[in-house]
């Protein structure tokens, strides 16, 4: 392996270490920069946040779920870097000191970085930018005082110029000395996956490591040989037609969520509470289909949304719906060496609603995720695509409750007749999220909510405010 990034400026190149090594430990241990920290080491907590640019922009991401590969070619910038190159303070570590916004201290690095990324970007919606930062000992309102305080002042000289055009790509060593890790795989383009993969079908496919991260981090696995996708530019656009948006299987969340905003705003809305920011920015789509979990959240949305699932083995493609990728619980239609490279759903008028439940506003995972497509016409269900996550051991589409309201006048007799459809649909388990009970009365419920929420009702109440 040999790879190449800057470092607060500094170009490094890197060719002694394991493609599985984290930038955290690398940073901490290797070179010694310990302002970042690790809380977790699994991406809830944001102790371990550092900036990375490149040509798409700037981005608060978790360090202890990141892979040096995934950095190639990248700017790396730490708490360390934040700070002028003369000890100057950063606006947001002043303001942090003037608003008296760190007490033990831990979390400070991270919220330091995620407000220095955050001012650069000229963001000012600082609940959202910090959610995925956890302090435990000062509160957020003096922090949140703080980032509002710096939000206005200029970006320091030495943060402004940051550029990956300085990263030389000569000079690098060669990897597979006798001494060297093997080399991981790190496709430019889609075409180029395809072949490799159609002859390394065992190997692991990483591509935001949301996932991936974990099982090194927390289960140790060896993930054999590996093919790292942050590197194919066209695996990740998003394209709007006339007639249908599809999207690229390396899209991280952040990059679908204006896109929803535009054409599916709850769905964009459901996205903002999707991990945290740290999160977003590094998880794709293809990654939360691929993985099969019956508790991802961009499953069901697509779902009722009517999405194609396209596949590639080698030059060989085949699309399917969505829903039919979901066969049971850890078993999903993909065959070795098969690939997810997009996913798409036709445009149409926007009915979509969708209802993540979860303990924590931010940051938590779904006890259930529904989400909703009913067409009326002249006040009559004329079709129905409802979808849930946390239901079953897979994502799921509710086709008896689907059928008992297709047909009927829309109102509240329309969602009474459905109830036990309800029931013939799921069998939900408990678990530590939510009860069986609780899951079917909350699915049922929200179908009612999807009702009033049409009417004109207002159930939207966030209960805890800033
Ligand atoms: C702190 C935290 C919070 C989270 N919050 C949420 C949340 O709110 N909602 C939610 O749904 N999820 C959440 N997740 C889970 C995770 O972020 C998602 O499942 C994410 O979308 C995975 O995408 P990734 O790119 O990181 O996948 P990776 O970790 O890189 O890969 C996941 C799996 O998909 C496979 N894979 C990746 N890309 C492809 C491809 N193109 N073709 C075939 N296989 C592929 C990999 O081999 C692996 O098996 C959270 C995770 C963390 C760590
Ligand atoms: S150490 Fe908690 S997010 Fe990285
Ligand atoms: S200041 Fe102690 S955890 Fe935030």
């Known amino acids: 392996m040999s790879i190449s990034f800057l470092l607060n400026g500094e170009t490094v190149t890197v060719a002694d270490q394991p493609a599985t090594r984290t930038l955290l430990d690398w940073l901490r241990d290797t070179r010694r920069l310990t302002g970042t920290k690790e809380g977790c080491n699994e991406g809830d907590c944001g102790a371990c946040t550092v900036m990375i640019s490149d040509d798409r922009g700037h981005r608060a991401l978790n360090a202890c779920i990141l892979f040096l590969p995934q950095l190639d070619g990248k700017s790396i910038t730490t708490v360390e870097g934040i700070t002028g190159p003369d000890g100057e303070l950063h606006p947001v570590q002043e303001a942090m000191i003037d608003h008296h916004g760190s007490q033990c201290g831990f979390c400070t690095p991270g919220f330091i970085v995620s407000m220095a990324t955050a001012h650069l970007n000229g963001r000012t919606d600082h609940n959202d930018q910090l959610a995925g930062n956890l302090c435990r000992c000062t509160g957020y309102a003096p922090i949140i005082r703080a980032a509002t305080a710096a939000q206005d002042k200029p970006i320091p000289d030495w943060l402004a110029p940051i550029s990956v055009s300085k990263i030389s790509s000569g000079g690098r060593p060669k990897a597979g000395g006798a001494d060297s890790p093997p080399a991981p795989y790190q496709p430019k383009t889609t075409d180029d996956l395809a072949r490799w993969y159609a002859d390394h079908p065992d190997a692991t496919l990483i591509a935001g490591a949301t996932d991936v991260g974990l099982w090194v981090t927390k289960q140790h696995r060896d993930l054999g040989e590996i093919a790292f996708l942050n590197g194919i530019d066209d695996m990740r656009a998003i394209t709007v037609s006339d007639t249908t948006i599809r999207i690229g299987a390396g899209a991280t969340l ?10 599916h705003p709850d769905f964009a809305e459901m996205i903002r509470r999707y991990g945290s920011v ?11 289909i691929a993985n099969g979990s019956p508790i991802g959240d961009s499953p069901p949305a697509l779902i009722a949304l009517g999405a194609t699932l396209h596949l590639r083995h080698g030059d060989t493609r085949r699309d399917i719906l969505l829903e039919n990728f979901f066969i049971d619980y ?9 690939f997810v490279e997009a996913v798409s759903f036709p445009r149409q008028k926007d009915r979509l609603k969708c209802y993540k439940i979860s303990k924590r506003f931010d940051q938590d995972i779904s006890a259930v995720c529904g989400c909703f497509n009913i067409t009326v016409q002249d006040n009559r269900v004329t079709g129905a695509r409802i979808a849930f996550g946390g239901m079953a051991g897979t994502p799921k589409r509710a086709h008896n409750v689907e059928q008992a309201i297709i047909g009927q006048p829309w109102g509240a007799e329309a969602v009474a007749g459905a109830w036990d459809a309800w029931a013939q649909d799921f069998q939900p388990l408990s678990d530590m999220r939510a009860s069986a009970t609780y899951r079917l009365d909350v699915a049922r419920g929200l179908l009612t909510r999807y009702l009033l929420e049409d009417l004109g009702g207002t159930t939207r109440v966030l209960e805890v405010r800033a």
């Open 278 to 288: 740290q999160v977003r920015n590094a998880a794709t789509v293809g990654g939360n």
């Open 330 to 338: 850890g078993k999903q239609d993909r065959a070795p060496g098969e």
């Open 254 to 263: 952040s990059d679908l969520w204006p896109v929803m905003a535009t054409y």
